[in-house]
């Protein structure tokens, strides 16, 4: 059943509308705004008002018009809000300060040493935290909160259930750990989605409307995007693209089925197809190098990668699919390109509208990034279920 809606509440869900509005444009004047939310001139004019008196948002130069008086540019503010994110990835913590354009100011990578107890590792991620505010000299007082990125599956109070490649960390509740041991709210989310919602605010998809994220990190997984909403599914865990089967006789994955894109193009699968030793950053960097055998295993899964993508656009009828994540690394122009190829020329609706294939521009960070994003989409994003009654 459909939720109806009161009228307070479309206010509020307008000044997130109009905040999305300039924080996706590189500067944007209030007639922009209105023509682009098509929220009246009179609407507009009043939120902006309030926007600057906040100091969310700045007015910075003016912009010629045809005819009339210069137009004024208006830009978030970045120094009026900062968020810290924190990736969590088995081996690895990876932290940033964001600030409200998005934009990393400092950032930090520590390893996690193997067999670590959740509360160590959530201590460590604090101290992390911490120390890349004390670098960058940011008070606390400018901190909306802390963003984690951590991998799923995670239900909807932050707990993590088994995570299939972190045993020992089943049922661990470490949103409310975090916030403990940092005493900033802690929003979570898994890594891909995480990534996903960085690419909508700071990254290539700050205009688009619908898109889908394929996440290459240890594992494979995505986020979706439809009509400027993230989709997270009935328990959190919607877009795991990594878990489509490409080939049925393929290995046998941990989640039950057989040749999911996970086992079979995940860096240890590719280390596994190549067997000779090599770990995956060195054969990402033979490939880029040109090297036949490398290239061939790289361009085999890209295919694979390919496949699943056609399914994922055909399924969705998106604009744009966007590739990030660590394990990207040198290879993702060769990724993008056998990808394009086959969305241009197999999915059903080609057509009748392109569909961009993209290397996210924050690839290498894009979790962490992400996860600041986190705290910033929670904080100011414009949501339809905030609309609803109830
Ligand atoms: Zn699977």
Redesign the pocket.
Known sequence: MQLGTNLPKVGSYNRAVVLEAIQASDGISRVQIAARTRLTAQTVSVIVRRLLEEGLVIEDGSAPSNGGKPRTILRVDPDAGYAIGVHFDPGEISCVLADLAGRPVARLRQPVRPGHKPDAVVRQMARAARRILREAGVADGKVLGVGLACPGPLDGDGVMMSPPRLPGWDQVPIKSLLEEHTRFPVTVDNDATAAAIGERWAGTARATPSFAYLYLGTGIGGGIFLDNQVYRGRSLNAAEF??MTVEPDGPE???G?RG?V??VCCPSAIEAALGNGADHAAICAAAARGEPEARAVIERVAGRLADAAVSVVNMLDIDLLVLGGPALREVGGLYREVIATAVSSRSLARRLHAVQVETSPIAADAAAIGAASLVFHATYAPRLGALLSG
């Open positions: 990594g878990h994955c941990y989640c089925n999911c996970e086992a």
